[in-house]
């Protein structure tokens, strides 16, 4: 029988430009013994998102950079396969912090550790509508944005994880919903599935006239985490004090170095009396249970969907990670690095 293995993908360089298998190193070790109050876990899924790119530059993020020579941090699901925590049982899903690796040690850590899936939720949206990415939706466009009854929205990078739930969620609200996505396929999902009222196809379409068309009135709510040149199309169109939320700006590739240029159509913000914000999930953390709450009900009664691209093994993580700033997912991207019973 083969001994268990623990493969860990570690930071040897930092990334300039778009993330490359070079920056990493796939190191082979053994499998961790879990200590007093801990916890074996064989990581079976892992959260991939474009907010890693921005944790491997050396500057300032909203946590601390990732050292050289440690494993690459990421969200995951995996099951307990060992323990010694009388609050973990073998069996158990848990969900939290575990790195680029096969295999976690799981302690009563906290919101930053690994915590126990509640029953009945299936484990892999953990780390999609009921983790970070269901409330940077929620809060973002529930609180920063006061999405209301009879507002025009619009939602760049809609069929990403992150864009397609806020804009179900203004569409819950009573809002009219328009999104961005690149190509026919994405724009046909954000349509046809998630139930925004039209899409605009950045990669073909005139975004600035486009909105025009769509919303003649102005857009009284903007969600974006794009950002360049889809962010200036919205600002020509806001209405009168139209709220924008900053969630992330995927179109700079999160590269460490000079920054690109800002926004042409700033000046909007003055013009039309408009709010530009930005925010941090993290910043709601008493308000949590609401957002679970609501987005569970949501979920449970059909009224919001989403959708997972899950490409399997954990020797594709970097490339994974590049294919994000190359437009390849529809919503969530998860890497598979285990069967679900948790082996393989």
Known sequence: MTTPVNRQWVLASRPEGLVD????????????????????????????????????????????????????????????????????????????????????????????????????????????????????????????????????????????????????????????????????????????????????????????????????????VVFDGVGGAVLDAALANLALRARVVVVGGISSGYGAGEPPPGPRNYLQLGIKRARMEGFIFLDYLERFPEAFGRLGEWVGGGRLVYAEDVRQGLERAPAVLRGLFEGRNLGKQLLRIADPDGTG
């Open 21 to 220: 298998e070079a920056n990493f190193a796939l190191r082979t070790g053994p499998v961790p013994e879990p200590g007093e109050g801990e916890a074996l876990v064989r990581v079976v899924w892992l959260n991939v998102e474009p907010t890693q790119r921005g944790w491997l530059n050396e500057g300032a993020n909203y946590i601390d950079p990732v050292p050289l020579g440690e494993v690459m941090r990421s969200s995951g699901v995996g099951r307990v396969v060992a323990s010694r925590n009388p609050r973990l049982a073998v069996g158990d899903w848990v969900a939290g912090m575990v790195g680029w690796q096969d295999y976690a040690i799981a302690a009563d850590d906290g919101l930053f550790g690994l915590n126990r899936v509640p029953d009945g939720i299936d484990p892999k949206a953990m780390l999609g509508v009921f983790g970070s990415t269901g409330l940077t939706a929620y809060f973002g466009m529930v609180d920063v944005g006061r999405a209301g009854e009879g507002d025009t929205v619009f939602v760049t990078g809609a069929a990403g994880a992150t864009g397609s739930i806020a804009g179900q969620i203004a569409r819950l609200q009573g809002c009219k919903v328009i999104g961005s996505a690149g190509g026919p396929e994405k724009c046909a999902w954000v349509v046809e599935t998630a139930g925004f009222d039209a899409c605009v196809d950045y990669r073909a379409d005139d975004v600035e006239a486009r909105l025009r068309d769509l919303a003649p009135e102005g857009l009284d």
